[in-house]
């Protein structure tokens, strides 16, 4: 396939611009590659093609398009600092810029951030402003587009010294659906007994079957999670539901 120069100096040009568009441009290129939790990403190693997990592939990114480290470990050695999605939270409130998820929807190389429960993660992706997302999904589907509707997120974030241009309109997307995760105080009823119940006879030990969806029933979502490739936040979602044979009504 021919590419023109020209095509290919305004990549050049875009990637070294700090701006959220940069950011969903370089995220983009990689697109396809595997996903592997708890993976550290060199941040300062432009050739890095994977493995990745969420927080690593947002904060390469952000390196290789800013030079800054962020959402990152203390460390300053860009080799080794390691990305978490509890560090993007941290960072967010001390020095970023937390904006509402509908801004955020629209602006392309915002992130969009669920927090992690206590000693579990949480997930990150870049919006494309259009109603969908970059990410590094999860082990079964690696680096991949994909919607940012029918998800929870608890936040927006900008990075600083990243100049962004949302659109002028809120994308449409999909409702946000039920979903069981730890909460304080902790969710109750029907829908979690149903949870322990199919986690049980899956083998993962959610605890007392009692309706309490609390850090052990947490562990036993975020350990099937793993087990089966998908996300692993601890949190039964949809996808986590249909994959537990659990219809909710």
């Avoid at 010294?161 to 946000?176: C, D, L, R, S």
């Avoid at 999670?225 to 537990?244: F, M």
Wanted: hydrophobic share 40%.
């Amino acid at each position: 396939m021919f590419i023109s120069r020209s095509i290919l100096s305004t990549h050049t040009k875009l990637d070294r611009m700090h701006t959220g568009n940069a950011l969903l441009h370089k995220a983009n290129q990689h697109l396809g590659e595997r996903y592997r939790l708890g993976v550290i990403a060199p941040k300062n190693n432009s050739n890095w093609k994977g493995p990745w997990d969420c927080a690593e592939f947002c904060s390469w990114v952000v390196y290789q398009v800013s030079g800054t480290l962020y959402g990152c470990s203390s460390s300053v050695d860009p080799s080794f600092a390691d990305a978490y999605t509890g560090f993007w939270a941290r960072d967010a409130r001390s020095k970023g810029t937390v904006i509402p998820l509908a801004e955020a929807l629209r602006t392309p190389g915002a992130a969009l951030l669920r927090i992690p429960a206590p000693n579990l993660i949480g997930h990150i992706a870049f919006s494309d402003g259009l109603g969908g997302t970059v990410e590094a999904h999860s082990t079964k589907r690696g680096v991949i587009r994909t919607s940012a509707g029918g998800r929870r997120w608890d936040m927006g974030v900008l990075v600083p010294g990243i100049v962004y241009t949302p659109f002028a309109a809120v994308p449409k997307t999909e409702q946000v659906p039920f979903v069981l995760r730890l909460t304080d105080p902790t969710m109750k009823g029907e829908r979690v007994r149903v949870l322990q119940r199919a986690l049980k006879a899956a083998g993962f030990d959610p605890g007392k079957i009692d309706g309490d969806f609390g850090p052990k029933t947490t562990t036993a979502v975020y350990a099937y999670q793993v087990s089966k490739g998908l996300t692993p936040d601890g949190e039964a979602g949809p996808i986590t539901a249909r994959s537990l044979k659990i219809a909710w009504t």
